[in-house]
């Protein structure tokens, strides 16, 4: 995911989930460079970019 705030890539599992501030709990992920709060992304996000990440390696590869 990108952070919003700083731009900065990285994993949803390298952000802070959670920073127990928020009424009702948090549900987005901090980013780990700045702390800016980052929505999660949304399953369909998700999915697209793997689809994506894969037609890449494809073309990469020899025929």
């Known amino acids: 995911m990108k952070c919003a705030f700083c731009g900065y890539e990285y994993d949803e599992s390298e952000g802070k989930q959670g920073c127990g501030g928020c009424p009702g709990g948090c549900h987005s992920i901090h980013c780990p460079r700045c702390n800016y709060k980052n929505p999660l992304e949304a399953g369909l996000i ?11 390696q494809h073309k990469g590869a020899p025929k």
Not at 46 to 56: F, L, P, R, V
Request: aromatic content about 0%; overall charge positive; charged content about 55%.
């Open 46 to 56: 998700k999915s697209i970019k793997k689809i994506i990440a894969k037609k890449d």
